[in-house]
């Protein structure tokens, strides 16, 4: 069965804000290789809107190795977007999803193949309160920004983890990863 990965940066006060954090090369180099062990990636439609920013390094590089090369892996792995308004993706390896987000999920989790990643904060919350994410990692930036919108603020009840491991980048930021004990 495959595991659900809710992968999220986080500022340190709780917010998700994806202008805040310290995305260096390091943590571009994280990501690259968290997306290619993994098959798919789901979003609602603003965080979708926001990652199509790296469809323009792909006609123009940045130059930057590692974001150009997190620019090549989010452009190849599929996208399932869930939106009530959105028409069209405009990204050939984006669809939008013809199911509610539980019976997507349900499954997706059925199937062969590596990881489902969640990238959006919203899903997470509503997996979170389906008890079907399998682990969170959590992206921890050393940055407080006093406003914004929280990771779960519409979460059901009280949930508690066990931490499985760290992983801190020289930039300061602390990746913690997590499953409910």
């Not at 310290?22 to 965080?47: K, M, P, Q, W």
């Not at 899903?123 to 079907?132: E, F, H, K, M, S």
Request: net charge negative.
């Amino acid at each position: 069965m495959r595991k659900v990965v809710a992968a999220i940066n986080l500022t340190i006060d709780g917010f998700c804000d994806h202008t805040a954090g310290i995305a260096d090369e390091e943590i571009h180099d994280h990501y690259t290789a968290l997306l290619n062990n993994s098959d798919v990636i789901l979003y609602g439609r603003t965080t979708y809107e926001l990652m199509q920013f790296w469809q323009t390094l792909l006609e123009k590089p940045s130059g930057e190795q590692s974001m150009d090369d997190f620019a090549k892996v989010i452009d190849r792995i599929p996208k399932i977007i869930f939106s009530t308004t959105l028409k069209d993706t405009g990204w050939a390896t984006a669809t939008l999803a013809d199911e509610p987000l539980k019976e997507t999920v349900l499954k997706l989790k059925q199937q062969s193949g590596g990881d489902i990643l969640i990238g959006c904060r919203s899903l997470i919350d509503a997996l979170a309160n389906l008890n079907l994410i399998d682990e969170y990692q959590l992206c921890i930036h050393p940055v407080i920004i006093g406003k914004g919108l929280p990771l779960f603020d519409q979460i059901n009840e009280r949930t508690v983890f066990k931490l499985l491991k760290t992983k801190i980048f020289g930039a300061g930021a602390t990746l913690l990863y997590y499953q409910r004990a």
